[in-house]
């Protein structure tokens, strides 16, 4: 009985301290949030509202929610990135070396960083394709 308690407490130990920085089980993988691009990628061509007596207003409209949904996307996503972040880091707590602990640590900040980076260049770029979705559907309106 003690020697399988040593044995399963020496097998817990060397899975704790052979844990790597960045290797890391993460709860949220992007499921419980839009994509940031779906509000643009689901409005329907330009001319939709040709021939409709207020054209402008359903442009500018919908223009202006595929902003609104497109950053309410990014907002649900950087919330994710910095949930995965806070268990990355308590993750890193069953490091039993300090040094590697703190790199662990540094890691989870690092990776939080870099997608925070990559969700507000997708936000800017989904953003801009709205704009240029209601330029697009203005221009119709105005040729009528």
Do not use: H
């Not at 997708?122 to 330029?135: K, P, V």
């Amino acid at each position: 009985m003690v020697r399988s308690l040593v044995l399963g407490l020496c097998a817990a130990l060397a899975w704790v301290t052979t844990a790597t920085a960045g290797d890391f089980n993460i709860p949220f993988n992007n499921a419980g949030c839009y994509s940031i691009f779906g509000p643009v990628n689901s409005i329907d061509d330009p001319d939709v509202f040709l021939n409709y007596s207020r054209c402008v207003d359903l442009c500018k409209a919908t223009a202006k929610d595929c902003a609104k949904y497109t950053k309410d996307a990014a907002s649900c996503r950087n919330g994710e990135a910095s949930d995965n972040r806070d268990v990355e880091r308590k993750e890193c707590d069953n490091i039993t070396d300090p040094p590697t602990r703190k790199s662990c640590r540094e890691a989870a900040d690092g990776t939080a960083e870099n997608t925070k980076a990559q969700i507000k260049a997708d936000r800017d770029e989904a953003l801009g394709l709205c704009q240029s979705w209601g330029d697009d559907c203005l221009a119709f309106c105005s040729a009528e």
